[in-house]
């Protein structure tokens, strides 16, 4: 199994829902990533959990909140978010090696937020 | 400062012709990883290739090859014969050794690809 799914495909929610975005992989991954892509842009970090602890946020604000519950999950909680974080969430994951760097993320098909 | 540059922000081609995506990246550090990643419309991005700073060797799979160049930092990915299925955007992606705990990825601007019938 050489895949990473991530649910729901869409989601769309108003400012006051608290919602959740869910992925899965099942490659004996360390490391699982969230990222958040805009329109014509570039993905952009969010959140990096390497065994199953977080060891990046690259200051997101509190509206979303991470959780790796086990080695093969990753959850984005998401609460009062703003029209501004509508966007493709993509997660990833990869190897944990000597050097984690050299080792590639696979991406899934990501959910497509709209905030109303 | 590390960076990535991608300066075709759109590339239109038409069937069977060959097409290459430049990148030019920018790092302070000696063992560095670049990638490329293509994303169809359906979203997912779809590793293509990782390329070793202390590994210059051209490489080639299929329609797709790659030149790397620490003289001029860049990894160019051409695509021979194109095919209307390789319209896509594609990312040119830098790790560097300074990250290496955390694999943080510095993508491109990235570079959409039509290929036309």
């Known amino acids: 199994d050489t895949e990473v799914t991530q649910t729901p495909k869409h989601l769309v929610m108003g400012m006051t829902n608290k919602k959740s975005l869910k992925c899965e992989q099942h490659m004996g991954h360390r490391a699982m990533y969230w990222y958040k892509q805009k329109a014509k842009k570039p993905p952009e970090l969010m959140f990096v959990y390497s065994y199953e602890k977080l060891s990046i946020n690259e200051s997101v604000p509190s509206r979303f909140s991470p959780e790796c519950p086990n080695s093969s999950l990753l959850n984005l909680h998401l609460h009062a978010l703003q029209p501004e974080d509508s966007a493709l969430y993509l997660c990833?994951?990869?190897?944990?090696?000597?050097?984690?760097?050299?080792?590639?993320?696979?991406f899934g098909p990501g959910t497509r937020l709209t905030v109303l | 400062a590390q960076k990535v540059t991608q300066a075709q922000t759109e590339i239109s081609v038409v069937e069977k012709e060959d097409v290459t995506l430049d990148c030019v990246y920018e790092t302070r550090d000696t063992t560095y990883y670049l990638f490329w990643y293509k994303q169809p419309p359906s979203g997912e991005l779809v590793f293509l290739i990782r390329r070793n700073s202390f590994d210059e060797q051209n490489e080639i799979s299929g329609r797709y090859s790659w030149n790397f160049q620490k003289s001029t930092s860049s990894f160019n990915f051409t695509i021979t014969a194109s095919q209307v299925v390789d319209s896509a955007v594609y990312f040119c992606a830098l790790s560097e050794e300074r990250s290496s705990n955390t694999g943080k990825l510095i993508f491109g601007q990235g570079t959409t690809l039509q290929v036309k019938p």
């Open positions: 990833a994951s990869s190897q944990v090696g000597g050097f984690v760097s050299y080792n590639e993320q696979f």
